[in-house]
């Protein structure tokens, strides 16, 4: 008895010793760092004209680093794919919403679908963006599941995967497109900069946006309708 | 002038400190649903933080993201856990009362 007690506390002082260590070193890091960093900011304002928004949190996102934000949306969609894998979603349960959220749900969704259409636009020249409006988008989702809502056998099959796969697959089709006709990849010609990344933004906002709901169900919906 | 930088870094100052004392209770916290509450709390107050770093974006994302989803998915979760553990605990509970009758 005496012996575990004494391997923890034991433990416990190694861990305090390894952290402490840690932290030192994080400070060091930290104030070793040179206080005037030049920084990327002033290449972005530099280039921010032909980069197709004027938002340099969008341009770097979608433009400079547009690369980041493609593996990012993979990294959603495998998140979810992991979820899927685990389980089909729970049964709904019988239980009806109350009065007050089952009015807040008719008054909330539609403002919240307005919002993230908001976000998505005004991505372009403040900030707001793809990530912002699906989160919102799919908050509004959550919140239709919480009433009980689901969606219905025809839409959980195929259209389904294809809302959660568009956005990924907008991006890799621009970056194939945009090989194909000469350029690197996800390097927008100037002139339909703007236009594609809104494509892009529009595509990812949806899939984002549906997404995180079908991550809130908490499994494979189900795809036949039962008999 | 003067006053109001000092109110801005006395304010700076408070949401440091309920940040880290909201992150230290949210993972010492036993019960689950009070921390997951309390995660919830820290990411508001992120976002706020965010917003005195002069990062909007960031606080958008984080209200949305790291407050609102993952505190709706976390409190799934948690609601999962404990239909499961009911289920288990009425299954072994079901089992004892099968062996005591046997034992009758």
Redesign the interface.
Known sequence: MTRVVEKQTLFRWLLVALLSLLAVGLGYAVLSLPTQTPGLSDFVTENIETSGARNP?TAVLLNFRGYDTLLEMGVLLLALLGVWSLSSA?EQSEASPGPVLDMLSRLLVPLLILVAGY?LWVGARA???A??AG??L??AG?LLLLVGWRPGARFSGLPLRITLVMGLGAFVAVGLVLILVGRRLLEYPPPFAAALILLIEAAATLSIGIT?AA??L?GRPEERPQR | MEAVTLLQSAFDAVLGLALLWLAWRALASPDLFRSIVLFIAFGLLMALAWVRLDAPDIALAEAAIGAGLTGALLLAALARLESKNETKKLHKKDNESEVHDQGC
């Open positions: 949190v729970p976000l900030p707001g963006g990530f912002q989160a919102v799919g908050a959550v995180l991550l809130f908490g």
